[in-house]
């Protein structure tokens, strides 16, 4: 049997997701990464591991994937859950087709793939699933607001599930990020941050790998906030 403990991370072609991968990778994690831009796919190679090229929008897909992460290493410890950005725009100017993408983009993708690991995860007694969010959840930024809206929604179904599985030895948290390097800079954004700059992809990742290790056994139901001060409510 396999011992090594095994991730998978679902949009993990750039960014942090290919960052966390890496990481995960380096602490002795078996990885299994899926993207729809087919870089996620040669990552997972690269890193030895499993690739996979798919769109967490589309159920066939992450099912495949999934079964294809168990027929490879019969487990699946932890989960990281990424995404892209969805419709942007002045709230009332973003139609209801954009809102049911917005949906799909940012809460969905998490209760679909959730929804399929957590069968392999019950049979083990245990398992993390680590959702990448935004600080726009409980500050709702106008530049962001399909993520702002649907992500303080991901923020209740976290807390819905970590309640009732936490007995089941399976947690579910969320890393709310600022902005990070690896987008463009602004001055005007770095002005709003108390650190004075943006965060590096590499420390979202090192927080990604300790939600997603035992090192966080204790911690469920949880919002964690790497943001360099961004946010201002307690």
Request: aromatic share 6%; net charge neutral; glycine share 10%.
């Amino acid at each position: 049997m396999n011992e090594k403990p095994c991730a998978i991370v679902i949009g993990g072609g750039s960014g942090i997701g290919a960052d966390a991968a890496k990481n995960l990778a380096k602490k002795g994690f078996d990885i299994a990464v899926m993207s729809s831009s087919g870089r996620g796919e040669a990552l997972g190679r690269e890193l030895g591991g499993l690739g996979f090229t798919g769109s967490n929008l589309v159920l066939e897909d992450l099912q495949n994937f999934v079964d294809a992460v168990v027929q490879r290493f019969a487990r699946i410890d932890a989960v990281v859950n990424c995404t892209g950005h969805g419709p942007k725009g002045p709230v009332m100017d973003i139609s209801d087709q954009d809102w049911h993408l917005g949906m799909d983009v940012y809460l969905l993708n998490v209760i679909r793939a959730t929804r399929l690991v957590l069968p392999v995860m019950q049979r083990r007694g245990r398992g993390s699933i680590v959702n990448v969010s935004t600080f726009a959840a409980f500050e709702p930024d106008p530049d962001f607001p399909t993520s702002a809206v649907f992500r303080a929604a991901l923020a209740a179904c976290t807390k819905l599930f970590s309640t009732q599985y936490a007995c089941a030895g399976i947690r579910m948290n969320n890393v709310l990020p600022g902005f990070i390097n690896s987008l463009p800079e602004k001055q005007d954004r770095v002005a709003r941050i108390p650190a004075g700059r943006y965060a590096r992809v590499e420390e979202l990742s090192e927080v990604i790998a300790f939600m997603a290790s035992d090192a966080s056994s204790y911690i469920t139901g949880q919002n964690l906030r790497v943001d360099g001060g961004l946010t201002r409510s307690v």
